[in-house]
């Protein structure tokens, strides 16, 4: 059964802005709780077929592939190592989108970042089990985290630490 669970934050930044920075697909380990590095592994550095790997911390590598690039608006990576998803993924996919800020007198100036993971555990039922009872709230949490530190490393343009998480979650739309 696939899942998604999703992160939203606002950014007090023109989308056209926003866009600029989403598009660099090195930025990620200075947003994404948790990476240390990031590298562009394949001649595109942006759209389709533009692959990075990303070093985690805790979890080590792994690769992220870009396979929907949506111009001015978002993107969506394929979570894999290898030939294989990411562990401890079936299958995995990670959005970014940006939308107008709605109803706001700032629209212009304004954006909010939508974070996503759409994933599947392998093993069924046990899968399933795992994910009600423990993983689903984990992934749901690191994706909120991956929303609201792009939101501050875009405003701020420094790296988000990770003692800053907690308190930027008070900056979660969802």
Request: with cysteine; hydrophobic share 40%; charged share 25%.
């Amino acid at each position: 059964m696939t899942r998604t669970v999703r992160g939203a934050a606002s950014i007090s930044l023109p989308i056209e802005v926003c866009w600029q920075n989403l598009r660099d697909l090195t930025r990620a380990k200075h947003y994404v709780p948790g990476l240390s590095d990031t590298v562009i592994t394949t001649e595109a550095k942006e759209g389709v077929g533009a692959s990075r790997i990303v070093t985690h911390r805790q979890f080590g590598e792994m690769n992220e592939t870009v396979v929907e690039w949506d111009e001015r608006c978002g993107m969506t990576l394929r979570l894999h190592k290898g030939d294989k998803p990411a562990t401890p993924f079936k299958e995995a996919f990670f959005r970014y989108e940006l939308r107008p800020a709605a109803a706001s007198e700032d629209a212009a100036r304004a954006c909010v970042i939508h974070t996503s993971l759409r994933y599947e555990l392998p093993f069924g039922f046990l899968g399933r089990l795992a994910d009600r009872a423990f993983m689903g709230r984990m992934f749901r949490q690191n994706v909120i985290d991956c929303a609201v530190c792009l939101a501050e490393y875009y405003e701020t343009g420094e790296p988000v630490p990770a003692s800053e998480i907690p308190r930027l979650r008070a900056n979660s739309l969802v």
